[in-house]
């Protein structure tokens, strides 16, 4: 009998028993075509004018606030006394009083001391008060002080009755120790008006709001 030869594995089962080269080449691209189809991961949106929405305002320091605050009422009250219906019908009259008061304190230490309008006068000396010696500046000084200063309306008008009060003391003061200097002293009369008194007035609005202020400073803090 004749024997069957074997026959061994041809070229197509060789072709799809082992991968190619060009099958590896084959897989990598579509792998590569897949991530490419991937979609890209999702990024935070950024807020764009186009949202509607406007960056927050920039809101001025307490210290500028205060300074703007603080010279606009400064101005505003200078001016509105300055106005002649207001400087003929309220400051001359209240400085009427001022030398009023003054006459009777010098006539209580033995000043033969006589008034007409905002004039004081004696047989040794006369002075006679006017704006600037009257403490009306000093009192706008601590009134835009207090406005300027952040407290409760109710504290801000009790801080500026006791402040005007106070300066209204030491201005009375002043105006019995100038003219006991012009009658006594009168080559020191004009250091004393211009640089002394004048200087003394001003502080004592600085120290009295200063100190209505560091009273106020703590209930201020816990109300924030």
Known sequence: MAKRKRRGPGPGAAGTGAAGPG??????????????????????????????????????????????TFLLVLGASFAFLAWRPVNDRVVEPFTGQIAKASGVALRLIGQDVTRSGTTLRSPRFAVNIKNGCNGVEAMVILLAAIVAFPAPWK????????????IQVVNLVRVVALFLTGAYLPKFFDTSHTVVWQSLVILSAVLIWILWARRLAPRTAQAA
């Open 23 to 68: 099958a590896a080449a084959g897989d990598s691209d579509g792998e590569t075509a897949a991530a490419d189809a991937a979609p890209p991961a999702a990024q935070p949106e950024r807020a764009t004018a186009d949202d509607g929405e406007q960056p927050p305002r920039r809101r001025l320091r307490p210290e500028a606030r205060f300074l703007i």
């Open 155 to 166: 504290a801000r008008l009790l801080g500026l009755a006791a402040g005007a009060a106070a």
